[in-house]
């Protein structure tokens, strides 16, 4: 079975900071393109950043850039994302994704997906 899971998440001040990860399992994770999304109530779910697959530089959001970090570990077969500066804004369930071709960060170019894991941004 094909599995991605997200750990991480959890409850943390404005301006704090936290750290996601996302383990695969199943299988290769280095054969595939990542990235990691959110989608808060009532939104749409949207990219938060994800590696090309045209050159493999990473992509971060607008709202985002400069506060997020996208990683990837292929020796432990995970991805993480570094968050800080966080701001109420990005409280959101996030997940991680995989897929075999992404220059979008769109959520129709991933495969698989995580169950998500829920950061809340409050003070």
């Known amino acids: 079975q094909l599995q991605l899971v997200e750990s991480g998440g959890g409850l943390v001040q404005p301006g704090g900071s936290l750290r996601l990860s996302c383990a695969a399992s199943?299988?290769?994770?280095?054969?595939?393109?990542i990235g990691w999304f959110r989608q808060a109530p009532g939104k749409e779910r949207e990219g938060v950043s994800c590696f090309s697959s045209s050159d493999d530089s990473a992509y971060y959001a607008d709202s985002v850039k400069g506060r997020f970090t996208i990683s990837r570990d292929n020796a432990k077969n995970s991805v993480s994302l570094q968050m800080n500066s966080l701001k109420p804004e990005d409280t959101a369930v996030y997940y991680c994704?995989?897929?075999?071709?992404?220059?979008?960060?769109?959520?129709?170019?991933?495969?698989?997906w995580g169950q998500g894991t829920q950061v809340t941004v409050s003070s």
């Open positions: 994704a995989a897929g075999l071709w992404s220059d979008r960060c769109a959520t129709y170019e991933y495969d698989y």
């Open positions: 199943g299988f290769t994770l280095g054969y595939y393109v």
